[in-house]
């Protein structure tokens, strides 16, 4: 097969969808890699170091598009990727498609089969694709949660940690998954006085053993959220329905018994974001205020640490996409977990929650396959 890899476009996306170690293994199975020039310019792999590992370099993304029997990406396709897309070509990436209705239209329109990194599961029931990535961003959302309470930058001007004699910052975390976990660590870490809240007793259960009373957790109802979050200087979105659109927990209405300066991290923004106000912003403009509460909500906040989540992401992505490089379509119908991981296939919606979200009729897998 031909393993095609386009540099990534959209604005501050420094992550590449191969890195020069999974080309080589790519190679070793027997595949023909080609990588687009300087796509690996952000970890810091030029072509050498791509053609050093087996593959060959294009000088555009026309090139992949075109010759490529699988893409594999980090990003959504941008509009001009989609419209490069075929039938009977392979899209491997993250795809969010449940808010995103005119990228799920190109998809379905290019014939093209897609298999989104963030509904791929395993036998835990876990979505392993994601999870590198939702550490990233985990931890990241402190980093510029603490940033954006900075006054210079329209925060409360609080420190995280505090000082002696000082009181900490309060940070609410909603959501007590993944990025939830990795949230909590790095404000624990920092010193804040951290409350995670969730639905599950048995998550909350797990987190307090994790964290051994350095936090609190709380069951999260109306209520309980809306004391944690008038009471917070740093609110954390880290709610995840797996391909489904992220609920609105946090509504505009509530918006107004926040402390003015205090921030919001909505880490659930690839999914719509769980704050009725969220809408997606990028590096280069990360933060906007809604009734004097900051938004921090770019849609790709891994992409600020490229040498940490690209090679994160490889290590997570490799084994699935050597399964299909080497089985192509038979990959999908012997594995459930690549199954899971399959949202379009030539103009059908084979995603259930996708489909639910965006008003289409869903297809399974198995029969969009067979009947195509």
């Known amino acids: 097969m031909i393993v095609g890899c386009p540099k990534e476009i959209k604005n501050h996306e420094y992550r590449v969808g191969l890195t020069p170690g999974a080309v080589r293994e790519y190679v070793a199975h027997g595949h023909q890699v080609i990588v687009e020039t300087k796509a690996g310019a952000g970890i810091g792999a030029d072509d050498a170091a791509y053609m050093a590992a087996g593959a060959k370099i294009a000088a555009s993304a ?3 598009f075109e010759k490529a029997d699988m893409i594999v990406k980090v990003k959504e396709p941008q509009p001009s990727e989609w419209a490069q897309l075929r039938e009977g070509q392979l899209l491997y990436t993250y795809l969010h498609l449940a808010p995103d209705p005119e990228q799920t239209k190109g998809l379905l329109e290019s014939g093209v089969t897609a298999i989104a990194y963030e509904t791929v599961t395993d036998e835990r029931g876990g979505l392993p694709l994601l999870a590198p ?3 990233v961003a985990g931890r990241l959302a402190i980093q510029a949660g603490a940033t954006s309470l900075q006054k210079a930058n329209g ?6 940690g505090g000082v002696p004699g000082v009181l900490p ?6 959501g007590g998954g993944v990025v939830g976990l990795h949230a909590a660590k790095m404000a624990v870490g920092l010193g804040a006085d951290v409350t995670i809240l969730d639905r599950s007793i048995p998550r909350l259960r797990q987190l307090d053993d994790i964290f051994n009373g350095r936090i609190h957790t709380r069951y999260s109802t109306i209520d309980a959220l809306e004391e944690e979050v008038f009471a917070a200087d740093l609110v954390i979105g880290a709610v995840l329905i797996p391909g489904a659109a992220a609920p609105k927990l946090v509504t505009r209405e509530m918006l107004s018994g926040m402390k003015k300066g205090s921030v919001i991290v909505d880490v659930a923004i690839d999914q719509g974001g769980c704050f009725e106000t969220s809408h997606a912003t990028t590096h ?5 205020v809604v009734d004097g509460v900051v938004h921090y909500c770019v849609a790709n906040m891994p992409g600020a640490v490229p040498v940490t989540s690209a090679h994160a992401l490889n290590n997570a992505t490799l084994h699935y996409g050597l399964a299909l490089a080497d089985r192509g ?26 489909a639910e979200a965006l008003g289409y009729d869903l297809v399974q897998p198995e029969a969009a396959i067979r009947a195509a």
């Open 155 to 160: 925060g409360l001007g609080i420190l995280l």
């Open 62 to 64: 026309k090139d992949i």
């Open 169 to 174: 910052a309060k940070v609410t975390v909603i």
């Open 329 to 354: 379509l038979a990959a999908i119908t012997e594995d459930k977990h690549l199954r899971n991981g399959l949202n379009v296939h030539k103009g059908r919606i084979t995603n259930k929650a996708v």
């Open 284 to 288: 280069s403009d990360p933060t906007y």
């Open 133 to 135: 990535m939702s550490e």
